[in-house]
Structures are given as C-alpha cells and as structure tokens.
C-alpha cells in the first residue's frame, strides 16, 4: 500500500505526513488515534517505510530495497512494533524497547517503533514510555496507535503531535468488508449502520442480522399485500427474533433505510440504495406511495426509536408502528 492508497482513507493525515516528509521535519513522536479499521497500522508502517528507505523517490519508498522487503515482512531490525501481551502492555515490554534502543541501529542511527493499542498501557509502563518519549534517541520516529485517545496520559499526548483517523467512507469499508468474504447485500447494509470497521465486523457475524434484513423485507411486503394479517405475523414471527433492545433499534434502523430507498427510487437515484439486491421490490413499492407518505412514514419510525429509548414496551412500540405504517 503506498501514500496515494492511504490518500483515499485519510486525505489529511497523508497530506501531513507527506509534507513533513518533504520539508525534512517528522516529529520525533506520533499518536495515530481514531477508529478500528482506519489504516493506523497501515500508515504507521508506511512512515517507517519513508524513513528508512535509501532508494525513495521524494517521499515514496521505493518498495523494492532491502529495508522495504523487511519492513513488509515485519522482520526489520529498526522497527520494533508493540503489541498487549494479553489485556494489556506491560513495563517489561517497554523496558525491553528501551534496551533496542539503546543499541546502534543495525542498518543505520534510524530507528523507528510502533506501539498498538496504546491505551492499554499499564500505568507503569505508561510512564515508562513517557520517559523514552522525553528523551528521545535521535534519529528515531515513535507511532503511538490507539482507539481510545482519552485513555492515553496527558503528558504523552503534550509530547507528541496527534493526528486524528477519521471514520471510513462507505464505498471503502463495504470494500474492506467484501474482501473479507462479507456479501455485498449484506456489506452495503452494514456500512449504513456504522463506519467502526470492527463494529461492522461484530454485526455480520450475528446471525440474527442477516435474519432482520429478512424480516424488513417480509414486513414491508406483508405491509403491501397482507395488511390485516400484519400484527399477527408481528407478533408470531419477528418479536421473538429481537430479544435485546439494541437488537429492535437495529431493525427499526434497517426499515428506515428501507424506506429511504423507496425514496430514492421515486428520486431516479437508484445508485443510492442500500438494499441493492431488491431494486425490483423496491419498484414496486415505491409505485404505491407518495413522497409525502414516505416522508410520514420514516417519521414514524425515528420517533419509534427515540420512544425505544425511552424504556417503552417494545411490542407495543412496534403494534403502534406497524398500524402507523399500513395507514394510507
């Protein structure tokens, strides 16, 4: 993965780093902090990469040279990454760093190291970077990752400069997640509800998730041509697959993405929907309500969610919806 790939995730952060690459001004330390799947380790080992490559062309690596090919093999004797060992990161591990360090590079003064998961640090060891991090061996480059920037001590964040990860697009986790053997049906739908790439990840491997999308389309197709027998099928078939709370405002989120669909087929947008494997359904339906129906109807829904966080007996929330939703 080179600058122009990360560009995509994270204009700003590439932007940056690339100038101080440029100017020949790195900081001596970095927090990378932001989100599950933002392509922090990426980048981290990407800068190690720019740093320490002798053949680059201007702030791109060359790819091919020796430090390169240990760089992306992850056995280069100048970057040292840190991971929790366990639930957390001890002393003894940064410890240990700081004896690397005291050593002469292997292949040159450069230095570089990578600490994941920063902000599981224990307190001592906490300190014991903070230490290393006032007073750094030159020429070297700390990447200090976390999810959980506040976890992180003030005085390690005062000497560093943070860059903020900010959550992926859409179009690129969708991408992640096909690639990682997810349908795209089920991706697209996905990425509607969250860009945490490790929340995504969480969702589709519920199974019940992929049986809500189900329901939404037997609900809104039960709404269309059964619409006496709605309630009952509520209650004898969809109740009981949302026993949690948060499971129910997931389902009610999926029927309002579905609704906006039905929108966006009325707007002639069809490369908006979410739901891309039943444009078809959606046609259908979409010939048999108004905008301003559709409009009242996702209404509807927004205020069932916010009623369902306010302890609101969840059948009785959903009775209610359902008669809202057969109206007209």
């Not at 990426?42 to 740093?51: G, I, V």
């Not at 004896?99 to 307190?123: L, N, Q, R």
């Not at 964040?157 to 089920?186: C, H, K, M, N, Y």
């Not at 998730?209 to 969809?238: C, M, S």
Request: hydrophobic share 40%.
């Amino acid at each position: 993965m080179g600058w122009e790939e990360l560009r995509k995730k994270q204009p700003r952060v590439v932007k940056t780093l690339t100038n101080s690459l440029k100017k020949n001004r790195l900081a001596h330390a970095y927090v990378f902090e932001g989100g599950n799947g933002t392509g922090k380790m990426e980048t981290a080992l990407m800068l190690a990469r720019a740093f320490l490559c002798r053949e680059k062309n201007g702030v791109s690596p060359c790819g091919e040279c020796s430090d390169c090919r240990r760089i992306d093999s992850g056995n280069h004797p100048d970057v040292h990454i840190v991971s929790p060992e366990g639930q957390s990161i001890k002393i003894d591990q940064i410890r240990g760093l700081q004896k690397e360090f005291s050593y002469h590079g292997m292949e040159s003064e450069k230095k570089v190291y990578i600490v994941e998961h920063a902000d599981k640090m224990t307190v001592q060891a906490a300190n014991s970077l903070l230490k290393f991090l006032e007073e750094p061996t030159s020429p070297t480059i700390a990447c200090i990752l976390t999810e959980q920037v506040h976890r992180l001590l003030d005085t390690i964040l005062s000497r560093s400069q943070v860059l903020s990860f900010s959550p992926l697009p859409p179009d690129l986790l969708v991408e992640a997640l096909t690639e990682e053997g997810i349908s795209l049906p089920l991706a697209k739908i996905t990425a509607a509800l969250t860009n945490d790439k490790s929340k995504a990840h969480e969702i589709c491997r519920e199974e019940w998730f992929a049986q809500a999308r189900d329901k939404v389309i037997q609900l809104t197709e039960g709404l269309r041509n059964r619409p006496n027998h709605v309630l009952v099928t509520l209650q004898e078939n969809w109740l009981s697959l949302f026993k949690e709370k948060n499971q129910l405002d997931i389902f009610l989120s999926l029927l309002l993405i579905w609704y906006k669909d039905l929108l966006f087929i009325q707007l002639s947008e069809p490369d908006k929907l979410i739901f891309i494997d039943q444009e078809d359904r959606l046609k259908e339906q979409a010939l048999q309500n108004s905008q301003k129906r559709l409009s009242e109807k996702m209404l509807a829904i927004l205020t069932a969610k916010q009623r369902l966080g306010a302890n609101v007996n969840p059948q009785a929330l959903m009775e209610q919806l359902v008669l809202r939703l057969r109206e007209g």
